[in-house]
Nanobody, 121 residues
Framework: QVQLVESGGGLVQAGGSLRLSCAAS????????MGWYRQAPGKQRDLVAS???????NYVDSVKGRFTISRDNAKNTVYLEMNSLKPEDTAVYYC???????????????WGQGTQVTVSS
Protein backbone atom coordinates (compact mmCIF):
# COMPACT_ATOMS: atom_id res chain seq x y z
CA GLN A 1 0.00 0.00 0.00
CA VAL A 2 1.34 3.40 -0.94
CA GLN A 3 1.79 5.83 1.91
CA LEU A 4 2.89 9.44 2.12
CA VAL A 5 4.52 10.11 5.49
CA GLU A 6 4.88 13.72 6.56
CA SER A 7 7.09 15.24 9.22
CA GLY A 8 8.36 18.61 10.38
CA GLY A 9 5.31 20.47 11.63
CA GLY A 10 5.16 22.21 14.97
CA LEU A 11 4.77 25.45 16.86
CA VAL A 12 6.85 28.47 15.88
CA GLN A 13 6.78 32.19 16.55
CA ALA A 14 5.93 34.65 13.82
CA GLY A 15 8.99 35.28 11.67
CA GLY A 16 10.35 31.81 12.32
CA SER A 17 10.98 28.90 9.99
CA LEU A 18 9.94 25.29 9.59
CA ARG A 19 10.77 22.60 7.07
CA LEU A 20 8.20 19.98 6.14
CA SER A 21 9.10 16.66 4.56
CA CYS A 22 6.94 14.07 2.85
CA ALA A 23 8.30 10.69 1.85
CA ALA A 24 6.42 8.28 -0.37
CA SER A 25 6.73 4.59 0.40
CA UNK A 26 8.61 2.19 -1.86
CA UNK A 27 7.17 0.16 -4.73
CA UNK A 28 6.23 3.26 -6.71
CA UNK A 29 6.97 3.27 -10.41
CA UNK A 30 6.88 7.02 -10.95
CA UNK A 31 5.59 10.23 -9.41
CA UNK A 32 4.38 13.16 -11.47
CA UNK A 33 3.36 16.27 -9.55
CA MET A 34 3.92 16.55 -5.81
CA GLY A 35 2.43 19.32 -3.76
CA TRP A 36 1.58 20.77 -0.40
CA TYR A 37 -1.90 21.87 0.57
CA ARG A 38 -3.15 23.42 3.79
CA GLN A 39 -6.43 23.57 5.62
CA ALA A 40 -7.22 26.03 8.39
CA PRO A 41 -10.15 25.41 10.77
CA GLY A 42 -13.46 26.05 9.06
CA LYS A 43 -11.84 26.57 5.67
CA GLN A 44 -11.33 24.47 2.57
CA ARG A 45 -8.10 22.73 1.70
CA ASP A 46 -6.06 24.91 -0.65
CA LEU A 47 -2.92 24.44 -2.69
CA VAL A 48 0.19 26.06 -1.25
CA ALA A 49 2.87 24.91 -3.69
CA SER A 50 3.52 22.20 -6.24
CA UNK A 51 6.47 20.81 -8.17
CA UNK A 52 6.64 18.62 -11.24
CA UNK A 53 9.03 15.73 -11.78
CA UNK A 54 11.10 18.09 -13.92
CA UNK A 55 11.36 20.68 -11.17
CA UNK A 56 8.85 23.29 -12.33
CA UNK A 57 7.24 24.98 -9.34
CA ASN A 58 4.04 26.82 -8.61
CA TYR A 59 3.12 28.84 -5.51
CA VAL A 60 0.04 30.55 -4.17
CA ASP A 61 0.61 34.30 -4.09
CA SER A 62 0.49 34.54 -0.29
CA VAL A 63 3.63 32.40 0.15
CA LYS A 64 5.74 33.56 -2.78
CA GLY A 65 9.15 34.70 -1.61
CA ARG A 66 8.72 32.98 1.77
CA PHE A 67 8.18 29.28 0.98
CA THR A 68 10.29 27.01 -1.23
CA ILE A 69 9.20 23.61 -2.50
CA SER A 70 11.76 21.06 -3.63
CA ARG A 71 11.94 17.33 -4.22
CA ASP A 72 14.40 14.46 -4.31
CA ASN A 73 13.20 12.10 -7.00
CA ALA A 74 15.61 9.35 -5.95
CA LYS A 75 14.05 9.36 -2.48
CA ASN A 76 10.46 10.00 -3.59
CA THR A 77 10.45 12.91 -1.17
CA VAL A 78 9.11 16.45 -1.34
CA TYR A 79 10.05 19.29 0.99
CA LEU A 80 8.53 22.62 1.92
CA GLU A 81 10.87 25.20 3.41
CA MET A 82 8.79 27.85 5.17
CA ASN A 83 10.41 31.13 6.21
CA SER A 84 9.07 34.37 7.63
CA LEU A 85 6.06 32.51 8.93
CA LYS A 86 2.92 34.44 9.79
CA PRO A 87 -0.01 33.57 12.07
CA GLU A 88 -2.19 33.23 8.97
CA ASP A 89 0.02 30.32 7.85
CA THR A 90 -1.41 28.29 10.73
CA ALA A 91 -3.10 25.19 9.33
CA VAL A 92 -2.83 21.46 8.84
CA TYR A 93 -0.47 20.89 5.93
CA TYR A 94 -1.06 17.92 3.64
CA CYS A 95 1.28 16.34 1.15
CA UNK A 96 -0.15 15.20 -2.19
CA UNK A 97 1.31 13.12 -5.01
CA UNK A 98 0.10 11.91 -8.37
CA UNK A 99 1.80 8.59 -8.99
CA UNK A 100 1.84 5.24 -10.74
CA UNK A 101 2.48 2.00 -8.91
CA UNK A 102 3.48 0.19 -12.08
CA UNK A 103 4.48 0.97 -15.68
CA UNK A 104 0.99 0.17 -17.00
CA UNK A 105 -1.03 1.31 -14.03
CA UNK A 106 -3.27 4.35 -13.86
CA UNK A 107 -2.20 7.66 -12.37
CA UNK A 108 -3.53 7.83 -8.82
CA UNK A 109 -3.84 10.62 -6.29
CA UNK A 110 -2.50 10.08 -2.76
CA TRP A 111 -2.55 12.20 0.39
CA GLY A 112 -0.49 12.28 3.55
CA GLN A 113 -2.05 12.24 7.00
CA GLY A 114 -1.40 15.93 7.60
CA THR A 115 0.93 17.79 9.92
CA GLN A 116 -0.04 20.72 12.11
CA VAL A 117 1.77 24.03 11.69
CA THR A 118 0.98 26.67 14.29
CA VAL A 119 2.45 30.17 14.11
CA SER A 120 2.06 32.31 17.22
CA SER A 121 2.01 36.09 17.11
Amino acid sequence: QVQLVESGGGLVQAGGSLRLSCAASKFIFSINVMGWYRQAPGKQRDLVASITSGGSTNYVDSVKGRFTISRDNAKNTVYLEMNSLKPEDTAVYYCNAGLRRGPWGPWEDYWGQGTQVTVSS
